[in-house]
């Protein structure tokens, strides 16, 4: 089985510092990583995946994210922060085999920007 | 590009009564999922079907009942609705490849159920 694991809820950060979002899996088998946003009422709009090949991945809205077997770890970035960043954040992982592919999603990050 | 679709957006059901929500895929897609993301949670797998079978089940009730039709798109039917059904439902799919390899998991915007 797969699991994710977001270590934190919230995470406060001011306008134009750096952020990192912490994503840690844990699973038997080969998986794929997602971070995944939702804005306030709103769906859910995929920032970056790894799938395979280069471990560090870079997004849309200048996210990226560095997969780390080793550390079982997958923790989304920006190195500055804007107000329309402020949203929820999904970890998820999945097979993406005909046998495994639901996702399976952290709790969420919250991340406020502050002015 | 074309998108998942989801319909309706917003559905204001009462208690005890149902409710269907469909699913376009994208088009070549042949899978469907549907995902459940109640208030402050996050989404949780419930069902899904490939090349209109059921593939996989996940935390879905015995009150909610889906299906794929001929043209791949969806329906979620949910009967006797509860509070705690007022959810955002989100549908996602994909296709299979020759290998079984799955491509292009997209999400849908979802259907915000709000049950009163």
């Known amino acids: 089985a797969q699991s994710v694991t977001q270590l934190d809820s919230q995470v406060p950060v001011f306008e134009e510092a750096p952020v990192e979002l912490r994503c840690n899996y844990s699973s038997s088998v080969s998986v794929y990583l997602f971070w995944y946003v939702q804005y306030p009422n709103q769906g859910l709009q995929l920032l970056l995946k790894?799938?395979?090949?280069?471990?560090l991945v870079k997004g849309i809205n200048g996210f990226e994210a560095e997969f780390n077997k080793s550390q079982t770890s997958f923790h989304l970035r920006k190195p500055s922060v804007h107000i329309s960043d402020t949203a929820e954040y999904f970890c998820?992982?999945?097979?993406?085999?005909?046998?495994?592919?639901?996702?399976?999603f952290g709790t969420g990050t919250s991340l406020t920007v502050i002015p | 590009a074309a998108g998942v679709i989801q319909s309706p957006r917003h559905l204001i059901k009462e208690k005890r009564e149902t409710a269907t929500l469909k699913c376009y895929p994208i088009p070549r897609h042949d899978t469907v999922y549907w995902y459940q993301q109640g208030p402050g949670q996050d989404p949780q797998f419930l069902i899904s079907?490939?090349?209109?079978?059921?593939?996989d089940k996940g935390s879905i009730p015995d009150r909610f009942s889906a299906q794929q039709f001929s043209d791949y798109h969806s329906e979620l039917n949910m009967s006797s609705l509860e509070l705690g059904d007022s959810a955002l439902y989100f549908c996602?799919?994909?296709?299979?490849?020759?290998?079984?390899?799955?491509?292009?998991?997209?999400f849908g915007s979802g259907t915000r159920l709000t049950v009163v």
């Open positions: 998820a992982v999945t097979r993406l085999t005909n046998t495994g592919n639901q996702f399976y």
């Open positions: 790894y799938l395979s090949g280069s471990t």
């Open positions: 079907f490939y090349e209109k079978m059921q593939s």
């Open positions: 996602a799919s994909s296709r299979r490849d020759r290998a079984n390899e799955i491509y292009g998991y997209t």
